[in-house]
């Protein structure tokens, strides 16, 4: 149980377009999912909270306007990254949490975004 | 000061060999303990959970100290299968917030 999955686990663009990712929770619903980037040698870092039916909460130094995030039902998150640049090529995960669940985090695969 | 700092390696230790990681966290809020694995350009994946009194998996054992705010990893009989970044991860009191550790890269040769 407890199954994350993103789409599309790999992507491709040419600066300035926006990609959207996807991230579900499959046999579980879940109130709060996160968003994760992780550069090449680097941990995890948090990019924000997304609370279903609320708005995402932005860790500091995160940009709100660039990195869109939609939390429109229980089993799904949506984290936009609006007018790519190379910069912004990087492994974004997100996770989700059981509304049942206190603290652990389920992951999905991750989506790789490289941008031209 | 980073809130979860660990060694990044890279650890090579042979097969067969112990290793232990060490993990200090610097937050006194942090309520449960974790070690993820990830493997190269894949999600992490809970290794265990870290418990106050200690505990053990199979060739894993995770300890907690509080009182130095320090975790730590063993890992027995190590496998070639065990290559792998190891992540020490914290969680806040009363949020789902976790906070990941920079990793620590092991590699274990034949």
């Known amino acids: 149980g407890a199954v994350v999955s993103q789409h599309p686990s790999r992507v491709i663009c040419k600066s300035g377009t926006s990609v959207k990712i996807e991230c579900r929770s499959l046999d579980f619903q879940a109130t709060t999912m996160f968003w994760y980037r992780q550069f090449p040698k680097q941990s995890l870092m948090l990019m924000a909270t997304s609370n279903e039916g609320s708005k995402a909460t932005y860790e500091q130094g995160v940009e709100k306007d660039k990195f869109l995030i939609n939390h429109a039902s229980l089993t799904l998150s949506t984290l936009t990254v609006t007018s790519a640049h190379p910069e912004d090529s990087s492994f974004y995960i997100c996770?989700?949490?059981?509304?049942?669940?206190?603290?652990?985090?389920?992951f999905g695969p991750g989506t790789r975004l490289t941008v031209l | 000061r980073k809130e979860v700092e660990q060694d990044p390696g890279p650890f090579n230790v042979p097969e067969g060999a112990t290793v232990a990681f060490n993990c200090t966290y610097s937050n006194s809020a942090s309520q449960s303990f974790f070690w993820y694995r990830q493997d190269c350009r894949k999600e992490p994946k809970l290794l265990m959970s870290v418990y106050s009194s200690g505990n053990e998996d199979g060739r894993f054992t995770a300890q907690l100290n509080r009182a130095s705010q320090y975790i730590s990893l063993l890992i027995r009989d190590s496998k070639l299968s065990d290559s792998a970044t190891y992540l020490c991860v914290v969680n806040l009191r009363g949020t789902y917030k976790y906070i990941f550790g920079t990793g620590t890269r092991l590699k274990v040769l034949a």
């Open positions: 996770s989700a949490v059981p509304g049942t669940s206190v603290s652990e985090q389920f």
